[in-house]
């Protein structure tokens, strides 16, 4: 009885001691991490367009997180932007960092594509806009009508992308995906950025 008891109380401290380690701790030190004055709230339909991006797993082929250069010079040199900071994720949850990078980075999508029309092009189809992309498209946020209505946004493909008679007009999903996309600008300055990697942009 005493052994189990020696084990129990051993199990319970490596519990008590990774949890201090990996949520205390962190927490911790986050909690005290400023958030940059330029980081703006989403807005509802911005709100509504990461909905859609987690629902169709976009952070399984993108990140959002370029690296700091003295990791990782490759992500400034790709014009990726600035290292991301934690204050950066404030407004985010749950967070869309991701791991993998079979697409390009999205952190500052928004500003290095801040084109409405290339955004849906590329969601239709996006070989219209990256000759060799393997991203599949996304079609089913348009629709294909004979003639669009007053309150309708059409997207004008690049022959021979698009439909070939009638119009391409975009969903209210779709609208908000691009919403969101277009809010991925990480371009104000970032206070906690060690000076040092500010000096190497």
Not at 19 to 36: F, G
Request: charged share 15%; aromatic share 8%; with cysteine.
């Amino acid at each position: 009885m005493t052994r189990v008891l020696a084990i129990m109380m051993g199990a319970a401290f490596i519990l008590l001691l990774a949890t201090l380690t990996l949520v205390v701790m962190p927490y911790l030190q986050m909690s005290a991490e400023a958030v940059p004055p330029g980081l703006k709230p989403y807005t509802q339909q911005e709100l509504m367009g990461r909905q859609t991006y987690i629902a169709n797993g976009c952070m399984y082929c993108h990140s959002q997180q370029p690296r700091d250069p003295s990791f990782a010079s490759g992500d400034r040199d790709r014009g990726w932007g600035r290292p991301s900071v934690p204050g950066d994720y404030a407004n985010d949850w749950p967070h869309l960092m991701g791991t993998m990078r079979t697409g390009p980075d999205l952190f500052n999508i928004g500003a290095r594509q801040p084109s409405e029309d290339w955004h849906l092009i590329h969601l239709y189809n996006p070989q219209a806009v990256m000759k060799g992309s393997i991203m599949p498209p996304y079609r089913f946020l348009f629709r294909h009508v004979e003639k669009a209505g007053p309150n309708d946004k059409v997207v004008n493909m690049p022959p021979p992308y698009g439909p070939g008679s009638g119009q391409l007009i975009v969903t209210e999903e779709g609208m908000a995906l691009v919403a969101y996309l277009l809010s991925l600008d990480h371009t104000y300055p970032a206070p906690t950025l060690p000076q040092a990697k500010i000096d190497e942009e």
